[in-house]
């Protein structure tokens, strides 16, 4: 058998044994994190894309990405976007991982996770280590969110702005 011959058998055999490589690295993962993961391979392409002259429209991208939610999840996400656009006009709205994220510098600072997105009980206002958030040797990085009143509010104007370095 000569080079040529063997060739397409043997990219066959890589072929899917990369498949199911590829399946194992999955296992493990529910389908709402492999959604997330999807979710975030387009937001890569879409910032490729954005890199080269393509316009991406981040804050349509997350008003539309909070109006598929269910309730009372959608509600909280417009008055948590309003909330954090207005204690931190720095903050440039994205999705990241197909949530609502807000990020400074291109750097993800804040996201809000709606409890559909993994089917908990609660949704999240989650903190990444961009944020400005240090406390001694520990500070919690995320926020447990069953409804937001004036008292939540509050306290969550009081983060963002720490989190951005204001407060």
Not at 102 to 111: N, S
Not at 138 to 152: D, I
Request: glycine share 6%.
């Amino acid at each position: 058998m000569t080079q040529s011959e063997n060739t397409p058998r043997k990219a066959s055999r890589k072929s899917s044994q990369s498949a199911s490589a590829a399946d194992e690295s999955l296992e493990g993962f529910t389908e709402e994190e492999r959604a997330a993961m999807r979710a975030r391979a387009q937001e890569l392409k879409a910032a490729r894309r954005a890199g080269r002259g393509s316009k991406v429209d981040e804050e349509s991208a997350v008003l539309a990405k909070i109006a598929e939610l269910p309730e009372p999840d959608r509600s909280m996400g417009m008055r948590l976007h309003a909330l954090i656009k207005a204690s931190a006009p720095a903050l440039a709205p994205r999705l990241w991982y197909g949530m609502p994220a807000y990020a400074k510098d291109g750097k993800v600072v804040c996201f809000f996770q709606a409890a559909q997105k993994f089917n908990t009980r609660y949704s999240t206002l989650g903190f990444s280590d961009a944020a400005l958030l240090d406390e001694g040797a520990m500070w919690p990085t995320a926020f447990a969110l069953k409804e937001l009143t004036e008292v939540e509010e509050e306290k969550i104007r009081a983060l963002i702005k720490k989190a951005v370095g204001e407060g």
